[in-house]
């Protein structure tokens, strides 16, 4: 039966993985800083597919100009995400999926680099980015980690027509944990 193949980033994750706890689920407290690869595959799909591509709506409090358009006070706002999240003026390849282009840059998503905005910016900007990270990151980690994914063969590249479709089968080492 074919299944999905980890990259070989994925294979250190589970290394680092069954390191402390042989048959558990990771734990967000305990467990995320750990993974600092899977983090960054997180922040891709986040640049890439914003939960939020148009950023809450603003208004100006002022009249105010912003790169030569007059904006009259009372004006809504909206900033687009997604769009600068994949402009190639700011992004190298930006279509591209790569977690790695993280690991040599500084660009976080606290709202202070405009590139990266998933969690929006300024006084509204998202409360929770530390704890969805932590859960996202640590959950991807667990559908990893304890199952092996297998996907639909025959439908041609992964597309909007053909999403990606996989069943989950239990990794055999874990079979005994779930139901011990
Ligand atoms: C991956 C998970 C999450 C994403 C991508 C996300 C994204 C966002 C975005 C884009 C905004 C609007 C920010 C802006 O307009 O500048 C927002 C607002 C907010 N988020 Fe999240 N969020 C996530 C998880 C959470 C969690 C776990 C909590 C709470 C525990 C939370 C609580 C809030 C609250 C309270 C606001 C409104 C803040 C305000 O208007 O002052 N979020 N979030």
């Not at 750990?34 to 640049?47: A, F, G, W």
């Not at 591209?96 to 202070?112: A, I, L, N, Y």
């Amino acid at each position: 039966m074919p299944s999905f193949t980890c990259t070989p980033s994925f294979h250190a994750l589970f290394a680092q993985s069954h390191r402390a706890k042989k048959h558990t689920l990771l734990h967000a407290d305990e467990d995320a800083k750990d993974l600092p690869y899977l983090y960054n595959v997180v922040k891709e799909v986040l640049r890439l597919h914003p939960v939020v591509p148009l950023l809450v709506p603003r208004i100006s409090s002022t009249e105010t100009t912003v790169e030569g358009y007059f904006l009259p006070s009372g004006t809504i706002a909206f900033v687009n995400v997604w769009a600068i999240a994949r402009d190639p003026k700011i992004w190298d390849r930006p279509e591209d999926f790569s977690p790695e282009r993280f690991e040599t840059s500084t660009r976080d998503m606290k709202g202070q680099d405009y590139e990266l905005l998933p969690f929006g910016s300024g006084r509204r900007m998202c409360l929770g980015i530390r704890l969805g990270m932590l859960m996202v990151t640590v959950t991807l980690a667990n559908l990893i980690r304890f199952f092996d994914w297998e996907p639909e063969l025959g439908k041609g590249v992964e597309s909007m027509e053909h999403p990606l479709k996989c069943t989950p089968h239990i990794r055999k080492e874990f079979v005994n944990a779930f139901l011990t």
